[in-house]
């Protein structure tokens, strides 16, 4: 089974900014995709930005220029920064990783989650 580990969660005042990274471990042949997702208190868990090997980033409309999503494939970790944060956007992140085991199995796996919390 795939592992996440996440990680840089936390207090940020309005405007600030947060970096998250996710680490993903286990009989890994390939990862095709990690991104970020969150779910705020009383909404469904919404997309935040995503990778997919050979393409570039997706993102929400609404972090869109203020997020930025990296990957480091080597080290197989996935990076969030975020930027001019907003109230709003106070929810628990979630890191989500998808590819192949190395017995060719697909595997879809999402990490424990970490707090943001956006407040003065």
């Known amino acids: 089974q795939v592992q996440l580990v996440e990680s840089g969660g936390g207090l940020v005042q309005p405007g600030g900014s947060l970096s998250l990274s996710c680490t993903a471990s286990?009989?890994?042949?390939?990862?095709?995709?990690m991104g970020w997702y969150r779910q705020a208190p009383g909404k469904e868990r919404e997309l935040v930005a995503r990778l997919t090997s050979g393409n570039g980033p997706n993102y929400a409309d609404s972090v869109q220029g203020r997020f930025t999503i990296s990957m480091d494939n080597a080290e197989r970790t996935v990076y969030l920064q975020m930027n001019a944060l907003k109230p709003e956007e106070t929810a628990v992140y979630y890191c989500?990783?998808?590819?192949?085991?190395?017995?060719?199995?697909?595997?879809?796996?999402w990490g424990q989650g970490t707090q943001v919390t956006v407040s003065s």
């Open positions: 989500n990783a998808a590819g192949y085991l190395t017995d060719f199995r697909s595997f879809d796996s």
């Open positions: 286990g009989s890994i042949f390939r990862i095709n995709a």
